[in-house]
C-alpha cells in the first residue's frame, strides 16, 4: 500500500526529472488504469457474491481461487502499459537530445527501444496481477482465520479495489513511465557514444532520509562511470525499485590534459 507521505514523494520525484509531457502522461496513465481497476472490482465482487450463502461452509478453494482470475484484464493492461512507456521512452530521450543539443534522430523503431518495450509490458502484468491476487488472497485468509461475515470480508476486498483504483495506480504510472523514461535518456547517451562522444553517467539521489541506503546510495556515491556500465546496485539507470525518486545525470567525459 502507498501512504500519504510516500504519494507527496513520489509527485516530488516527478518534478525532478519531468517535464509537462511527462507529468501530463501519469495523469492520463493513472486515470486509465484506476478505470480498469475500478470495471475489474464490480465483476470481481459480483462473482464472490455468488459464494455469499455458503461462505463460512461448503466453498472449496478452488472455488474461491476462480473469484482471483485477472485474466480477463491483462490484455486491457498490457495495452495501456505499452501506450505509457513508448510515451516515457520517447520524452526521455528527447530530453537528453535537447540537453546535448544535437541532431541524433530517435524513434520507437530504434533497436534499444525495441529490446526495451518487447515483453516489457506482458511481464509486468504478471507482476501486477500476482500482486493484486496476493494482496485479496491475504484479506480473505484474514476474515476465514478470524471468523468474519461474509459481509465483512466482502467490504475489506472492496476497499482493496479502492485502493488500488488511487494510490496504486498513480505508483505503476510514475513507476513504469518513470523507468521509461530514464531507458529513453540512456538510449539516446548509448547512441551518442556510439556516435564517438564519449559519454559518463552519474546516480543523483534526493538526499533525504527516505533513500534506499542499500541500492540508491551507493550509486550516488560511485559519482561519474562509462555510460556502458552498470552500477553498484546493477542497474544501469534508475528506476532502483518502485517508489524509487532518483535520477541519472549525463555528460561528455573529461579527456585529461596532456602535459609536455
Known sequence: MVDSL????LDAF????????TRVAIQQMTTRLAKIFAI??????????????RFTESVSNDELDSAF???????????????????????????????????TPFSLTNPRAVAYTENYAATEVAGINET??????????????????????????KDVFNTFSTKRAHLIA??????????GNMIVALDLQDSGITMEKSWLTVGDDRVDTDECQP????GYIPVDQAHASGHQHPLAHPRCRCVEKYR????????E
Do not use: C, P
Open 14 to 21: 516527478v518534478e525532478a526529472y519531468a517535464g509537462k509531457n
Open 174 to 183: 510514475v513507476t513504469e513511465i518513470g523507468n521509461a523514461y530514464q531507458a
Open 6 to 9: 510516500e504519494l507527496a514523494l
Open 40 to 53: 475489474h472490482s464490480v465483476a470481481f465482487l459480483k462473482h464472490f457474491a455468488t459464494f455469499e450463502d
Open 132 to 157: 493484486s491476487k496476493a494482496e485479496l488472497r491475504n484479506v480473505l485468509a484474514r476474515g476465514v482465520d478470524n471468523g468474519w461475515s461474509y459481509t465483512r470480508v466482502a467490504r475489506a476486498l
Open 219 to 222: 550509486n550516488q556515491d560511485e
Open 69 to 103: 482470475d485477472f485474466s480477463a484484464m491483462s490484455d486491457q493492461l498490457i495495452a495501456l502499459i505499452n501506450e505509457f512507456i513508448e510515451k516515457g521512452l520517447t520524452y526521455g530521450a528527447q530530453a537528453l537530445i535537447a540537453q546535448f543539443d544535437v541532431e
Open 252 to 259: 561528455r567525459a573529461k579527456v585529461a590534459s596532456v602535459k
